[in-house]
Nanobody, 117 residues
């Protein structure tokens, strides 16, 4: 089995920073990409940031930075200069191949980020 665990959500004041972590474990052959998404009520899940196994990144907001620790199969999302409108549930995604060469595409259960004074 391949598993995905998210952490790092919480309460932060406007202007503050927060870092989310996403770790994949199990029978992994390779991870193709990991990303962070946000889903608002009644809307489709939207990309926040993405990083590939080659190190290429996509960012929807310059305040947010995605990085990785390949040895730990972990991706991080650093969020700076947070605003109340950033409040929401953030989901981690990872896709790749298991050691048996079957593909996987996993979603975390979501972690709550609340920006409030």
């Amino acid at each position: 089995q391949v598993q995905l665990v998210e952490s790092g959500g919480g309460l932060v004041q406007p202007g503050g920073s927060l870092t989310l972590s996403c770790t994949v474990s199990g029978d992994i052959f390779t991870i193709s990409a990991m990303g962070w998404y946000r889903q608002d009520q009644g809307k489709e899940r939207a990309l926040v940031a993405l990083i590939t196994n080659a190190g290429s990144t996509q960012n929807a907001d310059p305040r947010f930075t995605i990085s990785r620790d390949t040895a730990k199969n972990t991706a991080y999302l650093r969020m700076d200069s947070l605003k109340p409108e950033d409040t929401g549930v953030y989901y981690c995604n990872a896709d790749g191949l298991r050691r048996d060469h079957y593909s996987f595409d996993l979603w975390g259960q979501g972690t709550q980020v609340t920006v409030s004074s």
